[in-house]
């Protein structure tokens, strides 16, 4: 279970084995310590004690902090959870060895094998129902399969010799992949194209606030991991850049995010904004939702059937004994469509 709060004026507490959200003296959300998973406060002006914070840390229960667009600034997990010491060395080690380019390399081929197939899904609803479009997006998803060839074919060596093909292939890949998402978007959103910070059209906005909360996800399960968010191997190191964070959370996007925010456009769910355009809280809120219940979605995964959730701690592992030598390979996940 998770405890979102996103109210000003609130205060979080703790109180006989729970953490309790109060306003004043309104009592807003109360949740048992032993069920709860982890807390994002999506709001400024939110306060929370020290008793709350040691009561989290001594459950394993990490804190996030978010803006209300969705960009994680913050985290506090306890001391524990850390990981080991083995695993953070034999990390920073595989970036300088062909480990490192062995998992760039799979960053790069999951996330354009989930963009080509999420283009393919879309599309086949269009076969009958819009034969035109069909037609208009069917030599982009077929660039989209040359670029996926393209990466397989970089052979795993120095990082740093690698890198500048893979970023060129994967920039390419998502030029052509939001292309094709635009041509086929059955809403009138007047879309400009794929922005990130700073977008103000409802569309960008709504993805954006939604790979802000699986950002939080996916660092949740590094740390679990005994990794270090800020260790990347695609994405280059800068102060405060969770490198590893945004490596893994291309396996992610497509099949927990985008999937479900632009099914609910083309359903016409409406995307409400304030004047600033800041998404309102109900349109956070029913985003909050519908990603939630998509990490309990079950995905085929290693010859069974297990959540969105479990498969993103389990990735985080193999990443983990990847990097110590104790796993020959690391395959990057590849949904279901």
Not at 255 to 277: A, C, F, S
Request: hydrophobic share 40%.
């Amino acid at each position: 279970m998770e405890l979102i709060v996103h109210e000003r004026g609130t205060f979080i507490q703790k109180h006989q084995g729970r953490l309790r959200v109060m306003r004043e003296k309104e009592r807003l959300a109360e949740v048992p310590l032993l069920i709860l998973d982890h807390v994002i406060i999506e709001s400024y002006g939110v306060g929370i004690s020290s008793d709350a914070v040691r009561a989290c840390a001594e459950h394993g229960i990490p804190i996030h902090f978010l803006s209300s667009t969705g960009i994680a600034y913050a985290s506090l997990y306890s001391a524990g959870l850390t990981g080991t010491v083995q695993t953070r060395r034999a990390q920073l080690q595989a970036f300088e060895n062909e480990r490192g380019a062995w998992l760039a390399r799979a960053f790069v081929c999951g996330k354009l094998e989930n963009q080509h197939n999420l283009l393919r899904m879309m599309a086949k609803y269009r076969k009958t129902a819009d034969p035109a479009c069909f037609q208009r997006v069917q030599p982009i998803i077929a660039e989209m399969r040359d670029h996926i060839i393209e990466a397989e074919r970089v052979m795993p060596q120095q990082l740093e010799h690698i890198r500048p093909s893979l970023l060129s292939i994967e920039g390419r890949g998502a030029a052509r992949y939001w292309f094709g998402v635009r041509e086929l978007l059955l809403c009138d959103l007047d879309w400009p194209g794929r922005e990130t910070q700073g977008a103000r059209d409802p569309l960008n906005s709504a993805l954006n606030y939604g790979y802000g909360i699986l950002y939080s996800q996916i660092e949740r399960c590094l740390v679990l991991a005994g990794l270090d968010p800020y260790g990347g191997f695609m994405h280059t190191d800068r102060p405060g850049k969770p490198s590893l964070v945004l490596d893994l959370i291309e396996e992610f996007r497509q099949t927990v995010v985008d999937r479900t925010i632009l099914g609910l456009v083309n359903r016409k769910m409406t995307i409400e904004q304030d004047e600033t355009g800041r998404l309102s809280d109900h349109t956070r809120e029913m985003i909050r939702e519908r990603l939630f219940k998509r990490l309990e979605a079950s995905e085929p995964y290693e010859t069974k059937r297990v959540s969105l959730r479990v498969i993103m701690q389990s990735q985080a592992r193999h990443l983990a004994t990847f990097v110590r030598g104790d796993r020959d390979t690391y395959t990057p996940f590849i949904a279901s469509w």
